[in-house]
């Protein structure tokens, strides 16, 4: 290790769990993000920090004005500029710890692609904000052996644990079947704190961080809740894995099997994911010059914003488009349709 | 006869009989999605209304959320 390595991680190195060969172990390691937003952005800081040498960040969304209030990678310019989440993330992190090798990927985590963006990574950390991306995740990493550490948090409250596929219970042992969409709070219908995303945030990092040096789990398997607001931490013991469990127990994949559907409501945000049958890269500047005079527009290098009436159309390279000021599943891929022609 | 039972770590008293679905009646939590251990065991979600609860277990009720 160089002498500019040893004095950068000097204080985690005085740590005896990790120390030097810890330290070279964090740095040989490669770490998925599955979003990153409130959790995958903070997780991303910390792990980026402790110079875990490969991150790959994958997020759907683009920065917007109501994620600074906890998201604490992102700024003003970010959300001005309309950037990627991913891309933003890695050119703050770039400007944290060059050291490390910052993969961002905008994209949306589906049956279609996630086996592929796992391949190689030693670690998952679950950053994403819905109950669909984690079943699919869940499924990912059991059938391929991937640990992945759950996180999620909704008002002042957080739940994280470890899950080591045939170690520990997963998901599905505890949550066999997916909740229905809009039968559980999400941060857009009941809000979410800053120092609950980050406290989650920062559980999952620790036990990323844990796994990656001495790939030890503890055990028995422990899930973590926490109330920023209340003031309450509590500590629970986790049975074995389940032998009925769906998933781990009977290997039966079946979020792995789901076909994507062209347009998903983004609950509670009066938004709309609309995926483009025509498929990636649409042309930004002849979309820029038909667009132009019927209302408000934003184009970087990664999307292209329209703004009409009450709607906002936001189109990604990878041919999505989120329709915000409609929760109607076809209003929006008719607005898709009569704005962008996909 | 009154039973005292450990709730999320704190007492709570109880009469007999009480199954888990009438102690989550009687709680009344924020978050819709609950998963509960009685004494360190998971409790399926069908077999919450047959669980009789007895002096002295110990019940975690924890939340799953899907926001992040």
């Known amino acids: 290790m160089s002498q500019d390595a040893q004095g950068r991680y000097s204080r985690q190195i005085l740590y005896p769990p990790i120390g030097t060969a810890g330290q070279a172990r964090l740095r040989a390691a490669r770490v998925l993000l599955t979003g990153c937003g409130g959790l995958g952005a903070a997780a991303a800081e910390l792990l980026a920090r402790a110079g875990v040498g490969h991150l790959r960040i994958v997020d759907r969304d683009v920065v917007d004005l109501t994620n600074l209030q906890r998201q604490a990678l992102f700024d003003e310019a970010d959300a001005r500029e309309c950037l990627p989440k991913a891309v933003a993330a890695a050119r703050h992190l770039a400007r944290i710890n060059a050291e490390v090798a910052v993969e961002p990927i905008v994209a949306d985590l589906d049956a279609g692609n996630i086996v592929e963006l796992l391949a190689g990574a030693d670690l998952v950390v679950d950053g994403f904000d819905n109950f669909e991306g984690r079943f699919l995740l869940n499924d990912a990493c059991v059938r391929e052996n991937v640990p992945w550490v759950h996180g999620a948090c909704v008002s002042s409250y957080g739940v994280s644990t470890l899950v080591v596929p045939g170690r520990t219970p997963c998901l599905r042992c505890l949550q066999p079947e997916l909740p229905p969409t809009g039968s559980t709070p999400t941060c857009d219908t009941v809000g979410i704190l800053g120092p609950a995303a980050h406290l989650v945030a920062s559980l999952e990092a620790a036990q990323a961080l844990r796994w990656l040096v001495a790939r030890a789990a503890p055990d028995p398997a422990v899930l973590i809740t926490v109330d920023v607001w209340d003031l309450r931490l509590q500590h629970v013991t986790l049975p074995p894995p389940s032998p009925t469990c769906p998933c781990c127990g009977e290997r039966r994949f079946e979020f792995l099997d789901v076909a994507t559907s062209p347009a998903t409501e983004l609950c509670g945000r009066d938004a709309v994911l609309v995926r483009s049958a025509a498929g990636a890269s649409p042309d930004f500047a002849a979309l820029a010059g038909r667009l132009r005079p019927l209302g408000e527009l934003l184009v970087n290098d990664f999307v292209l914003r329209f703004r009409a009436g009450s709607h906002e159309l936001t189109l990604f390279r990878d041919g999505r488009t989120i329709v915000k000021g409609t929760a109607d599943t076809a209003t929006a891929r008719g607005l898709v349709a009569r704005y962008f022609g996909a | ?68």
């Open chain 2, 1 to 68: 006869m009154t039973l005292t039972i450990t709730v999320n770590s704190e007492p709570h008293r109880c009469a007999e009989g009480l199954t888990v679905e009438e102690l989550l009646r009687e709680k009344v939590y924020t978050f819709p999605l609950k998963v509960i251990f009685v004494n360190r065991q998971l409790v399926k979600r069908d077999q919450v209304a047959a669980t009789v609860l007895h002096d002295g277990d110990v019940v975690e009720v924890v939340h799953l959320i899907g926001g992040g």
